[in-house]
């Protein structure tokens, strides 16, 4: 989420947020973001560098995107594919990322150390049908 007068330049969650806010347990939910609500109580600290996706088709085979995941922090974004993108200068993700200098060599094994992490934690399904998690 990005709002510019509070959380500008920032990363957040909204169920994290959300349960903070109704007093909820947030280990009842499978999520690894962070509340943003004391940002909107006037703290300046950090919510969190980088955020950790997955996007699930919700409709017809051949409709829309494919299931997918990424990691992205406000410059650069990295597909489980391994397809990297510097969205700051390629919004539109129409250029992947080839030739890389040294600082996006260690961002982009940072990210795929994340989704590798992710995709222990929360496994992924390419069928996206209903699975029960295991808590």
Known sequence: MRCPSMLTGR???????LTDIAGI???YFR??????LPVLKG???PIQDELFMHYSLRRGPGEGWPNTRWVMDGNYKLYRD???????IDP??????I??????????????S??????????????DEPHVPHY
């Open 43 to 45: 703290s300046d600290s």
């Open 99 to 112: 030739n890389l200098n040294p600082g996006e060599i260690n961002i982009r094994d940072r990210f795929e």
């Open 92 to 97: 539109l993700e129409e250029s992947p990322l």
């Open 25 to 27: 347990d947030p280990c």
């Open 114 to 127: 994340i989704i590798n992490e992710k995709e222990q934690e929360f496994p992924f399904y390419w069928d």
């Open 11 to 17: 990363r957040a969650a909204f169920l994290p947020a």
């Open 82 to 88: 391994m397809v990297f993108y510097n969205t700051g």
């Open 31 to 36: 999520t690894d973001g962070r509340s943003f």
